[in-house]
């Protein structure tokens, strides 16, 4: 079974580009998360999804991060225009259960996202 | 705040000895997890304690809770050089009105191991 992946693996861009970055999740896998990690600091939860659906978009910084998955397949993450302290670690994992009982989230290789 | 701080920050040992790291949290929490990060790699889970469990083995590694202190201990025995990564512990979130967890995992900064050989 093929896990979590994430594309690309490294980006740097500059100050104002916009990047996307992709999570193909766990086939048969409703759930999805993105979390990044910026400057060597804790991991942090950016948004859920269930399905095509947002379930939890608490974590997500400001309107420069837009993120989708039409279709309840794989999600994109577009950051635009990208800053300075976008730079960091960008994680996708999906789970099978619902949040309601134990669940563990199988996490993707990451995004490592430089921005000059 | 944080939720989920680890101590210590980082840690340096010879292959063959005990690694001990310990974790912290605020919150109520359904079940703490932990995980290791490989240099350039994803997160892998490695062993999951629920909130009534105090114990927990798999393989080389052992992890204690004490909900009462809100603390959670993971061990490594006899250390290798390829434990070297680093460790997060992870703790679910719940609802505010406290219905249910939510699903997002809240992580604390981790622990750097490094395994001498």
């Known amino acids: 079974e093929a896990g979590v992946t994430q594309f690309p693996s490294h980006s740097v861009i500059e100050k104002g580009q916009t990047v996307t970055l992709r999570c193909d999740p766990i086939s048969g896998h409703d759930n999805l998360y993105w979390y990044r990690r910026v400057m060597g600091k804790e991991i942090k939860f950016l948004l859920h999804?269930?399905?095509?659906?947002?379930?939890?978009e608490s974590g997500m910084p400001n309107n420069r991060f837009l993120a989708e998955r039409t279709g309840g397949t794989y999600s994109t993450l577009k950051v635009q225009p990208a800053e300075l302290e976008d730079s960091g670690v960008y994680f996708c994992?999906?789970?099978?259960?619902?949040?309601?009982?134990?669940?563990?989230?199988?996490f993707g290789p990451g995004t490592r996202l430089t921005v000059l | 705040s944080q939720q989920g701080e680890e101590d210590p920050q980082a840690l340096s040992i010879q292959e063959g000895e005990n690694a001990t790291m310990n974790c912290s949290y605020k919150?109520?929490?359904?079940?703490l997890q932990w995980y290791r990060q490989n240099s350039g790699r994803g997160l892998v889970h490695l062993i999951l304690i629920r909130s009534n469990e105090r114990e927990k083995h798999s393989g080389r590694l052992r992890v204690t809770l004490d909900t009462s202190k809100k603390s959670s201990s993971l061990l490594i025995t006899a250390s290798r050089a390829a434990d070297t990564a680093s460790y997060f512990c992870a703790t679910d979130a719940y609802h505010t009105d406290g219905s249910s967890n939510t699903g997002k995992l809240i992580f604390g900064q981790g622990t750097t191991l490094q395994v001498k050989p």
């Open positions: 999804f269930v399905k095509e659906s947002k379930q939890d």
């Open positions: 919150t109520s929490i359904n079940n």
């Open positions: 994992a999906s789970s099978l259960r619902l949040p309601t009982v134990d669940h563990e989230q199988f």
